[in-house]
């Protein structure tokens, strides 16, 4: 059984720094993509950043660039999303992201979400 899930969230000052942590589980065997999404009210999800496991490429929204940063653990799939310089509007449920994940079981990919956590700037 995969699980993915996310921790860290909470409310943060705007100038604030906060770490948002993304553990798996389960008989995994390969991830192609670790990614971080977030969606505000009222707003589609958008990707805020992500890092390719094969060449630890990165990608960032612009909205971000210069004040998030996606790391990854290399023993685990366990990965990172440190956010500096947070703004009221970074205000969002963030999810963490799998993407062409195979299992042990099984050669087919798949893709898996967190549950979520709230990240709320505010004074």
């Known amino acids: 059984q995969v699980q993915v899930v996310e921790s860290g969230g909470g409310l943060v000052q705007p100038g604030g720094s906060l770490r948002l942590s993304c553990a798996t589980s389960?008989?995994?065997?390969?991830?192609?993509?670790l990614g971080w999404y977030r969606q505000a009210p009222g707003k589609q999800r958008e990707l805020v950043a992500s890092?390719?496991?094969?060449?630890?490429?990165?990608n960032y929204a612009d909205s971000v660039k210069g004040r998030f940063t996606v790391t990854r653990d290399y023993h685990q799939y366990t990965f990172y999303l440190q956010m500096n310089s947070l703004k009221p509007e970074d205000t969002a449920v963030y999810y963490c992201?799998?993407?062409?994940?195979?299992?042990?079981?099984?050669?087919?990919?798949?893709?898996?979400w967190g549950q979520g956590t709230q990240v709320t700037v505010s004074s």
């Open positions: 992201y799998t993407g062409g994940l195979r299992t042990w079981d099984s050669g087919a990919y798949s893709d898996y």
């Open positions: 389960g008989r995994i065997f390969s991830i192609n993509v």
């Open positions: 890092i390719t496991t094969s060449t630890d490429s990165t």
